[in-house]
């Protein structure tokens, strides 16, 4: 018999309490019906389908085969800060100081870091509304309240300035944005990010698209100050999603701060992926913007397709990988009519609750595939709405 005394497992009530990300559910529940034999069309993970270019694949075997499999600078290793300072200055314009730079294991924790860096318990981070599925758990977990500010399709998805500055009251301490946008594919206007620059709260900018931009220019905003925390990596512009590499730039004054808190979290990033997202930016750029140029093509392909079917879209995705559809006239709740598509049609979308509560009544469709793809996932799409 045992003589140890067991507490409840009762989880926390924070693992309890937050809320999950319906899109891994979707996807998980697509992989088990592959599981069984059924051929499933994914339109619900922002993954680019193209593979890793092999010139950064094989920078990282390099690296390997050389030892490189260390402990780097909790910072990043000098060679991908200065690199990555060195793209800044090509694509913006802008100065980076390469000291301002942090290399994380995705652009994830660098949002966490950046808040925690930043934000008091209790202190608000306003939103937009929809967002991207993870910020509110994100703040939360770091101590914060987020406070989603709503944004429209009939407007663009444009950030509302007035309407931000409404929502600003003594507890705010920071606006996250997000551009090229997750799930709506809003490029920001310039006037809108220079007008938020100068608002007096801290932005943090998630850039993680940057680079990937149909119509208009891609911008940073590092253009308009120093002042914000900008995120980014190499998931989507260089199909590295798996390898996990991030950065953030973090204004002067806070670098210890984020040093301190990332030598505890995560020590350092992957010493052999950092060698190879140096590649990444100084020698698959051509393969990058190539790849941006056939997401082009898909895009168009996903919007005839949709329109085709009936969707109304009053604002074409400008950037990013997505259309966010309104498909209330199939069902108003996008959870269960997600699950419904998957199980009749075979065609994995993600709800639009996944994004915040104005995105309820919406579906997000991923183009981050090929068109032999988008075309039969929009033949099976058709046939369920027509046994609707």
């Not at 045992?2 to 992989?31: G, N, T, W």
């Not at 060679?79 to 994830?108: C, F, H, K």
């Not at 950092?274 to 895009?299: D, H, L, N, S």
């Not at 919007?303 to 069902?331: Q, W």
């Amino acid at each position: 018999m045992s003589h140890y005394l067991y507490l409840d497992s009762v989880p926390s009530k924070l693992s309890e309490q937050i809320a999950p990300f319906y899109v891994m559910d979707v996807l998980e529940r697509a992989k088990a019906l592959e599981s069984e034999g059924h051929s499933v069309v994914h339109f619900e993970v922002g993954e680019p389908d193209l593979p890793t270019h092999e010139i950064i694949c094989e920078e990282a075997v390099r690296a390997l085969r050389a030892g490189d499999t260390k402990y780097t600078h909790s910072l990043g290793t000098p060679e991908l800060r200065e690199t990555i300072a060195y793209d800044y200055a090509l694509e913006y314009g802008v100065t980076v100081p390469p000291e301002n730079i942090v290399v994380t294991m995705g652009s994830s924790p660098a949002l966490f870091l950046a808040i925690l860096s930043l934000i008091e318990p209790g202190e608000e981070v306003l939103i937009t509304n929809p967002h991207y599925s993870c910020y509110p758990q994100i703040i939360s977990i770091a101590g914060g309240v987020p406070r989603p500010v709503p944004i429209y399709e009939e407007e663009g998805y444009q950030l509302d300035v007035g309407r931000i500055k409404r929502a600003i009251d003594t507890r705010t301490r920071a606006i996250l944005v997000n551009s090229p946008s997750n799930p709506t594919g809003v490029v920001l206007e310039s006037a809108v990010m220079k007008e938020l620059s100068g608002l007096g709260l801290t932005v943090i900018s998630d850039e993680i698209y940057s680079g990937i931009v149909y119509e208009g220019e891609s911008h940073t905003f590092l253009e308009y100050g120093d002042g914000a925390f900008i995120v980014s990596g190499f998931s989507k512009l260089y199909s590295m999603t798996g390898w996990r590499l991030g950065y953030f730039i973090v204004p002067p004054g806070y670098v210890r701060s984020v040093q301190k808190l990332q030598q505890n979290l995560f020590i350092s990033p992957n010493s052999f992926i950092q060698r190879a997202g140096v590649a990444a930016i100084r020698k698959a750029k051509p393969a990058a913007r190539e790849m941006v140029r056939v997401f082009g093509e898909r895009r168009k392909l996903m919007l005839s397709g949709l329109r085709g079917l009936g969707f109304e879209i009053k604002s074409n995705p400008k950037g990013a990988f997505y259309v966010f559809v309104n498909a209330a006239h199939l069902g108003s709740d996008s959870l269960k009519l997600c699950f419904d598509i998957l199980e009749k049609a075979h065609v994995a979308v993600t709800p639009g609750i996944d994004f915040g509560s104005e995105g309820e009544g919406y579906l997000r469709f991923s183009y981050a595939t090929s068109s032999e793809t988008i075309l039969e996932g929009m033949r099976r799409l058709g046939e369920y709405i027509a046994r609707k």
